[in-house]
Nanobody, 125 residues
């Protein structure tokens, strides 16, 4: 049974930083792509960043390039998202997602097979 548990969300002012973590259990390790997806109020869930099974390939939505960094520690079964220079439009529920190979870091939201419960990020201006 795969389980993903996010943490690290919170409320910050614009320009601030947050680091999200996602601890995975249930044989999710170097055999899976992982990603962070965001759902803003009234909007569909959309990919923010993704990473290949061994971390060699990453994907970033254009809106977060240069500000967010996705990384993973397969030994600790943990996925991270370092978010810097946060903007109010970054506000939303952030979900950790995983999918076993074959997979791609930028695959569409419906392709991800496993999801966490989400962690809320609120950025005020």
């Amino acid at each position: 049974q795969v389980r993903l548990v996010e943490s690290g969300g919170g409320s910050v002012q614009a320009g601030g930083s947050l680091r999200l973590s996602c601890v995975a259990s249930g044989y999710i390790n170097s055999r899976s792509c992982m990603a962070w997806l965001r759902q803003a109020p009234g909007q569909e869930r959309a990919g923010v960043a993704g990473i290949s099974p061994r971390g060699g390939s990453t994907y970033y939505h254009d809106s977060v390039k240069g500000r967010f960094t996705i990384s993973r520690d397969n030994a600790q079964n943990t996925l991270y998202l370092q978010m810097n220079s946060l903007k109010p439009e970054d506000t939303g529920m952030y979900y950790c997602a995983a999918d076993f190979v074959p997979c791609a870091p930028d695959q569409g939201g419906s392709r991800w097979g496993y999801w966490g419960q989400g962690t809320q990020v609120t950025v005020s201006s």
